[in-house]
């Protein structure tokens, strides 16, 4: 049974930096790409970042470049995203998701496995 935990959310002031981590487990995740979503009340679930597991290629929404990085452990079965120069509009509930999808990684609906999410507070 595939299982992903997150953690690492919290407060932080504008500009300031958080690390969310997520850890995997049930299965090998080789052949998975690992992405990261985030939404807020009333919005629809919104791409982050993703990371193939095999390969460690990286995608970022544009929202997020040069600001946010995705990074994995093969070792420790873990995926991490280091967030940067935070503003108050990344406020909300960051979920870890996987999927064995190769082509599309930023639609949510190609996702099959969900963590329960870590809410991330950014004030101004």
């Known amino acids: 049974q595939v299982q992903l935990v997150e953690s690492g959310g919290g407060l932080v002031q504008a500009g300031g930096s958080l690390r969310l981590s997520c850890a995997a487990s049930?299965?090998?995740?080789?052949?998975?790409?690992m992405g990261w979503f985030r939404q807020t009340p009333g919005k629809e679930r919104e791409f982050v970042a993703a990371?193939?597991?095999?390969?460690?290629?990286?995608f970022g929404a544009d929202s997020v470049k040069g600001r946010f990085t995705v990074s994995r452990d093969n070792a420790k079965n873990m995926v991490y995203l280091q967030m940067n120069s935070l503003k108050p509009e990344d406020t909300g509930v960051y979920y870890c998701?996987?999927?064995?999808?190769?082509?599309?990684?930023?639609?949510?609906?190609?996702?099959?496995?969900w963590g329960q999410g870590t809410q991330v507070t950014v004030s101004s």
């Open positions: 049930g299965r090998t995740f080789s052949t998975f790409t």
């Open positions: 998701a996987a999927t064995q999808s190769l082509t599309v990684v930023g639609h949510s609906t190609m996702y099959d496995y």
């Open positions: 990371i193939r597991w095999s390969s460690g290629r990286t």
